[in-house]
């Protein structure tokens, strides 16, 4: 079963930087997208940023050039940077991944599965 364990968040100033991270487990041999979402309160889930497996980057038109998405495929995990953080950005932070290949078995899924969620808050 895949699980995605995210990490990072908090309390920071505007202006200031947080890193996230989320590892991906479970048997895993790779993964085609992994992404982050954000969700504030009384609003919807919104896209923040999203690799490919094979580089390409996308990115909400409110954080271009301010967050950066990489990925390590070899641990599975994917890393948001955050950097001149804004209230605005206050949210709960949540990791996606999409269609998971798993080792051994030949067999690729086209499910999404999601983290648990880590807190974001920025104070002006």
């Known amino acids: 079963q895949v699980r995605l364990v995210e990490s990072g968040g908090g309390l920071v100033q505007y202006g200031g930087s947080l890193r996230l991270s989320c590892a991906a487990s479970?048997?895993?041999?790779?993964?085609?997208?992994m992404g982050w979402y954000r969700q504030a309160p009384g609003k919807r889930r919104e896209l923040v940023a999203t690799s490919t497996s094979g580089g390409s980057s996308n990115y909400a038109d409110s954080v271009k050039g301010r967050f950066s998405i990489s990925r390590d495929n070899t641990k599975n995990t994917v890393y948001l940077q955050m950097n001149s953080l804004k209230p605005d950005d206050t949210a709960v932070y949540y990791c996606?991944?999409?269609?998971?290949?798993?080792?051994?078995?030949?067999?690729?899924?086209?499910?999404?599965?999601w983290g648990q969620g880590t807190q974001v808050t920025v104070s002006s």
């Open positions: 479970g048997g895993i041999f790779s993964i085609d997208t």
């Open positions: 996606n991944a999409y269609s998971v290949c798993y080792s051994g078995a030949y067999y690729c899924d086209n499910n999404d599965y």
